[in-house]
Nanobody, 123 residues
């Protein structure tokens, strides 16, 4: 059984930093895309960043480029999202996902999801 457990969320002021972690356990088969998503009330869950385990290729949505960094630790089977220079619009529930692709914020294919963790940025 595959499990994804997020940690590291919280509340910070604008300009601050947070690092999210997602520990993955179980056999994820051929799903080689590990990604982070953000969801706000009333809107579709959108991809923020992704990393592909076969070639370490990364993807970032334009709004976080230069501020967020996705990385992974193979030994720990954990994916991280370092978030710097946070803005109030970064507020939302952040979900870790494992699947096949994240092409654009709303075009993705995920097979497994974590339960989510709240990130709140105050101005």
């Amino acid at each position: 059984q595959v499990q994804l457990v997020e940690s590291g969320g919280g509340s910070v002021q604008a300009g601050g930093s947070l690092r999210l972690s997602c520990a993955v356990s179980g056999n994820t088969d051929t799903n080689n895309c590990m990604a982070w998503f953000r969801e706000v009330p009333g809107e579709q869950r959108e991809g923020v960043a992704a990393i592909y385990t076969d070639d370490n290729r990364t993807f970032y949505v334009d709004s976080v480029k230069g501020r967020f960094t996705i990385s992974r630790d193979n030994a720990k089977n954990t994916v991280y999202l370092q978030m710097d220079n946070l803005k109030p619009e970064d507020t939302g529930m952040y979900y870790c996902g494992v699947g096949r692709y994240l092409v654009s914020p709303r075009y993705y294919g995920m097979s497994y999801w974590g339960k989510g963790i709240l990130v709140t940025i105050s101005s």
